[in-house]
């Protein structure tokens, strides 16, 4: 397995939930800039019809940003046949399930009670959702994931925004070049973030710990990213009886590759 388990500051249990937040909103705004919110948008659609689903339930929600934009997408695009969305997390914040549902969309809601991803016999029906957050998983937690989704014979689509094909030593010569990059990218991403913050403000311009943390982060993650025969791995002692997995590339209007998704289905 080419993937490897690097430390994130994101996944520790002390990282302070606003810091947090603070860089799911960056990740938000380079998403909607690169034009992949409009591509993830297109293919959830189209997977919601190969599904036979109407509901979206979002895993791993966090502060909801991205789906948030999704279903904006969708609602503008398709009033009439409009799905619904349910955003969830094994760790709901409160203030982040009530920024959620004070929006008032009819279609979107977050559910304030702890999902676990990992058992998706306890998720409300409809096409699972994983954005940006596989990679998060060891290999025994991906492993089980997909095998729940087989065995409750559910509909999951995951969605990472870079596929891990550069090789590992290259990565680690340009990590020094990469991670300024990243973090002078930070400075003039935080702007167009909303809702800005003033501790956002202050730990980027002032104290910038959300620079330094997003840079790295966002370096530390391509090595954590699941390849094609990664998942090949993951799921070669699944039952799939009644099951099938599809790995391919996302890919925006004009044929441009924009990371890669894992669809998992019933057979029919």
């Not at 094909?165 to 020094?176: C, M």
């Not at 909303?194 to 391509?222: C, E, H, M, N």
Request: hydrophobic fraction near 40%; aromatic fraction near 12%; include cysteine.
């Amino acid at each position: 397995m080419k993937r490897i388990q690097l430390f994130e500051f994101e996944d520790q249990s002390w990282f302070p939930s606003w810091m947090r937040t603070s860089l799911n909103r960056l990740i938000r705004v380079l998403l909607n800039k690169m034009g992949i919110t409009e591509s993830a948008s297109t293919l959830i659609n189209q997977k919601l019809k190969e599904s036979n689903s109407n509901q979206v339930v979002d895993l791993g929600s966090g502060a909801g940003g991205v789906m948030i934009d999704v279903f904006k997408n969708l609602k503008a695009t398709q009033p009439d046949t409009l799905p619904s969305f349910i955003l969830t997390d094994l760790y709901p914040s409160e203030s982040h399930v009530d920024y959620v549902n004070k929006l008032q969309f009819d279609q979107l809601r977050y559910d304030h009670r702890s999902i676990n991803a990992l058992n998706l016999d306890s998720t409300p029906s409809g096409l699972k959702t994983m954005f940006n957050a596989f990679h998060h998983l060891r290999p025994n937690e991906a492993q089980r994931l997909l095998e729940s989704a087989a065995k409750a014979e559910t509909p999951i689509l995951m969605y990472e925004m870079a596929d891990n094909r550069i090789p590992l030593i290259l990565w680690w010569l340009f990590l020094p070049v990469s991670l300024i990059i990243v973090a002078l990218m930070c400075l003039f991403l935080t702007p167009m973030v909303r809702p800005l913050t003033f501790k956002q403000l202050f730990f980027t311009y002032v104290i910038p710990i959300i620079p330094i943390t997003y840079a790295w982060d966002g370096q530390a993650s391509y090595p954590r990213i699941y390849t094609f025969s990664d998942i090949e791995e993951l799921i070669q002692n699944i039952d799939m009886t009644n099951y099938t997995f599809e790995i391919d590339y996302l890919k925006n209007k004009k044929g441009k590759k924009q990371g890669y998704y894992i669809f998992g289905n019933p057979k029919k």
